[in-house]
Structure formats: C-alpha cells, structure tokens
C-alpha cells in the first residue's frame, strides 16, 4: 500500500507542477501581448501628430472648385445693394448671375479665369477689390464691390444754337469766285447750362461750320497792298489756313466767351452768346449780351 500510495503522490505532485507551469506561462504571454497592444497603440497616437505637424497641405489643383464670396457695399445716394446686379463669367460659375448682397452671396466655380462685374450703376462709381478678377485654383476668394455715389447730372435746361450764313459771290464771266462768306453763331440759355455743355455747344459749331463748301478759302488775314500800275487798294489773300487751325480757333473763342459769361453771370440767369467765324481766321470774335 506504502509503495503505492508515493508512486499516486508523486503522480499527483508532477501533475500539479505541470499545471502550474501552464497557468504562469499563460498569464506571462497575455502580459506580454498586452504591453504589446500599449506600445502599438501608443506608436499609432504618436505617429500621426509627427506627420501631421511636419507635413504642409496639398494645394488645391487647377480644377479644384473654387468658393466666391461677392459683397456689395454703397457708399452715398438712396440704392441699396440690391438695386446692382452682379455678373460672375468663369469656368461655371453657380449663380452666374444676382442682386447684390451686403452680407456676401456665395458662388462656386471650377479652375481658369474668372472676373465679376457690376450693371445699374448710373449714378455710382464702383471699385473692385483684386479677388474680384483673377485665377481660381480652389479654396476661398473674397471680392468687394464698393459703389461711390456722385450724383446723376442734371439734364441741361433749354439752349438754343442757331446759325445765320452769308456768302458773297462774283461771277466776273463764266466763273464764280467767292468774295466773303460768313456764319453767325447765336447761344441762348441759362448761364450754368451753357457753360456744363461748353464742349457740346463748341464741337456742334465746328462741325457746322466745317460741312461749308467754301471752308478751304478761309485765309490768316487780309492785306493791303498798293498796285504798282494803278496805285489803288487791293487786297490780296495769305495761304489759306487748314481746317485743324479753323477748329482750334473756334474752340479757343468759344470756351473764352463761355467762360467770361459764366464769370460775369450768375448762376440762373439767361444769356446771349454771338459768333461770327468767316473767310478771315484773325477775325473771328465772340461776344455776350449780358
């Protein structure tokens, strides 16, 4: 029985040893694997901020869609932003066309040039900022449209322009020979109107008075000269003057006497301006009444 009963507790303590040598090798490699887990999940938290903060983002390709904010400031005047329509052209701009907007309207479109403009401005001045006209690569543009009042201007009251030609012929035979010609120039109106439409009145003159058939007869001067054979006056013509002279001479008279009658006048009263341009250029004169 002795014998037999070491040999089962030697069995049973070898049996024991055994298992116990299991548990522990059990329990070192699921230590094991775990700090193994820790270290991976620790590298996988650390890794992605290195590269992250040492690594600049990709810039957007050409054909990236681009977000364009469009605001619309007025600056005077009674229109509100509203009251001005925008304009985006570019590679498909989303709206393309829309009222204006103070707190900005958002448009998207593709990579290429683009630029906005503004219509229903009369009155206004508008100022572009640089996002308003450019290249779209993608991201974000700004664009400010800012409409500077400065007044619409006010229709010139009645003027009145008339014109009165004389010309002088003589038919010595066969042939007609210009003696004198001559165009008299009348303006009435208010003073003010007159003088704001100084430039019109001057080119609207000129241009009369150049459709004349006989604009190429037109001389610097007259000059008395006595005849060697007869020993009476004549008078004999310089080298005609060209119709550049002409023009620059009736504008140099016309905005003279304009501006000495707005000089003179005061605003809101009627005037008469009278002009006589003929054959003679050094005669020429403009004068006013009052």
Same mark, same amino acid.
């Given at each position: 029985?002795?014998?037999?009963?070491? !040999?089962?507790?030697?069995?049973?303590?070898?049996?024991?040893?055994?298992?116990?040598?299991?548990?522990? *090798?059990?329990?070192? *490699?699921?230590?094991?694997?775990?700090?193994?887990? #820790?270290?991976?999940?620790?590298?996988?938290?650390?890794?992605?901020?290195?590269?992250?903060?040492?690594?600049?983002?990709? /810039?957007?390709?050409?054909?990236?869609?681009?977000? *364009?904010?469009?605001?619309? /400031?007025?600056?005077?005047? %009674?229109? /509100?932003? @509203?009251?001005? =329509?925008?304009?985006? @052209?570019?590679?498909?701009?989303?709206? /393309?066309?829309?009222?204006?907007?103070? &707190?900005? =309207? &958002?448009?998207?479109?593709?990579?290429? !040039?683009?630029?906005?403009?503004? @219509?229903?401005?009369?009155?206004? #001045?508008?100022?572009?900022?640089?996002?308003?006209?450019?290249?779209?690569?993608?991201?974000?543009?700004?664009?400010? $449209?800012?409409?500077?009042?400065?007044? =619409?201007?006010?229709?010139?009251?009645?003027?009145? *322009?008339?014109?009165?030609?004389?010309?002088?012929?003589? $038919?010595?035979? %066969? &042939?007609?020979?210009?003696?004198?010609?001559?165009?008299?120039?009348?303006? #009435?109106?208010? $003073?003010?109107?007159?003088?704001? &439409?100084?430039?019109?009145?001057?080119?609207?003159?000129?241009?009369?008075?150049?459709? !004349?058939?006989?604009?190429?007869?037109?001389?610097?001067?007259?000059?008395?000269?006595?005849?060697?054979?007869?020993?009476?006056?004549?008078?004999?013509?310089?080298?005609?003057?060209?119709?550049?002279?002409?023009?620059?001479?009736?504008?140099?008279?016309?905005?003279?006497?304009?501006?000495?009658?707005?000089?003179?006048?005061?605003?809101?009263?009627?005037?008469?301006?009278?002009?006589?341009?003929?054959?003679?250029? !050094?005669?020429?004169?403009?004068?006013?009444?009052?």
């Amino acid at each position: 029985m002795l014998p037999n009963m070491k !040999s089962a507790l030697f069995l049973n303590s070898r049996s024991t040893a055994v298992v116990i040598g299991n548990v522990i *090798l059990l329990i070192t *490699l699921a230590i094991s694997l775990a700090s193994v887990g #820790s270290i991976d999940a620790a590298s996988s938290n650390i890794i992605p901020s290195l590269s992250s903060s040492s690594t600049q983002p990709p /810039k957007p390709l050409p054909g990236s869609q681009t977000f *364009l904010t469009v605001t619309t /400031k007025v600056n005077g005047g %009674t229109k /509100k932003p @509203s009251d001005f =329509t925008v304009t985006v @052209s570019g590679n498909s701009p989303s709206p /393309k066309s829309f009222s204006g907007s103070s &707190s900005g =309207t &958002s448009v998207t479109l593709f990579g290429g !040039s683009y630029k906005v403009t503004e @219509s229903g401005t009369s009155g206004y #001045s508008p100022s572009y900022s640089s996002g308003c006209s450019g290249t779209a690569t993608g991201g974000r543009i700004q664009c400010t $449209i800012t409409n500077q009042y400065h007044g =619409t201007p006010t229709p010139s009251k009645g003027i009145t *322009l008339t014109s009165n030609s004389i010309n002088a012929y003589s $038919i010595p035979s %066969t &042939s007609v020979q210009v003696e004198k010609f001559l165009t008299n120039y009348t303006i #009435s109106g208010e $003073i003010s109107s007159i003088n704001a &439409s100084r430039d019109l009145i001057t080119s609207t003159i000129i241009n009369d008075f150049d459709s !004349s058939p006989n604009i190429g007869y037109v001389k610097s001067n007259n000059i008395a000269t006595t005849s060697p054979n007869t020993g009476s006056q004549a008078t004999l013509p310089n080298p005609f003057v060209s119709t550049d002279t002409i023009n620059q001479k009736i504008t140099n008279e016309t905005h003279n006497i304009i501006l000495a009658a707005s000089t003179s006048n005061p605003a809101g009263k009627n005037v008469e301006i009278k002009c006589t341009f003929g054959d003679v250029l !050094s005669n020429y004169r403009c004068s006013h009444n009052p």
